[in-house]
């Protein structure tokens, strides 16, 4: 018989908890800030080709993103497209770019789509995935009170299911959903229904934890039982609660 989790010291029968990918499970900068240097750097190359420019200190303004000296990405708005967008809607963003910059809207679909599939061929070299402090001990906390796991995120569900296969954390999940399996993606509530209905739980006793507003409004929409942001407290409104790691979660469980 599952044991009973406390949420806010009020007895709650959690039947799942759900989590975000990017910013939730993985270090967010780490592997999109490679990414994002790849794709960015790629595509102001192919526009000077061209006999165009877009400057590197455009950048940050493309994604919501923020960048060291040298150009390289090492932080994001919370808010951005970049944390909250799904992948066809980042790269409509990067192609918006490209035709402002002087291509034609067909050339800059071509040249964005060439840019992501050499990142993605650069990804695969490197495996930037990498799971933030606390989570591993979280899920196996999680899994040894029998509460069951899956992953809601924006990213397509094949290449999430890879990043968390890199990161050695795939078989804590009993379901994983991108936007890709739904008609509306985060803030609507479609994901976090999809992965309640295959994991035969009820909504209402469930854990959303996320990383931005999106998850907040997603999960409340649904109307699941409580909403854990993690970040820096004050940036994720809507949360019922904030930590800002999942150490703060181990071995008291979600109501400490």
Request: glycine share 10%.
């Amino acid at each position: 018989m599952q044991d009973e989790m406390y949420v806010d010291g009020l007895p709650n029968p959690i039947e799942a908890v759900l989590f975000d990918k990017d910013g939730t499970l993985l270090d967010f900068t780490g592997m999109w800030g490679f990414w994002t240097d790849c794709v960015l750097n790629d595509f102001r190359d192919q526009l000077a080709t061209r006999g165009l420019r877009i400057d590197t200190e455009e950048f940050p303004q493309i994604w919501g993103t923020f960048h060291d000296d040298q150009g390289r990405m090492n932080g994001y708005d919370v808010r951005g497209p970049l944390a909250m967008g799904t992948m066809d809607e980042v790269y409509a963003v990067l192609t918006w770019h490209g035709y402002r910059a002087g291509l034609s809207w067909a050339e800059a679909k071509i040249i964005v789509r060439e840019c992501l599939a050499r990142a993605e061929e650069e990804m695969e070299q490197h495996r930037p995935a990498r799971p933030l402090p606390g989570v591993q001990e979280f899920l196996e906390q999680c899994r040894s009170e029998g509460v069951a796991m899956g992953v809601v995120t924006a990213d397509d569900t094949p290449s999430a299911i890879k990043h968390l296969q890199w990161m050695g954390l795939d078989s804590f999940f009993d379901v994983v959903i991108g936007t890709d399996l739904v008609e509306r993606g985060k803030p609507f509530p479609d994901m976090l229904l999809l992965a309640c209905e295959r994991l035969g739980v009820s909504v209402q006793y469930t854990v959303v934890i996320g990383d931005t507003d999106g998850d907040m409004e997603m999960a409340r929409t649904a109307g699941a039982g409580y909403r854990m942001g993690i970040g820096e407290p004050g940036k994720i409104r809507l949360a019922d609660r904030t930590i800002q790691s999942f150490h703060e979660l181990l071995n008291g469980g979600l109501n400490r």
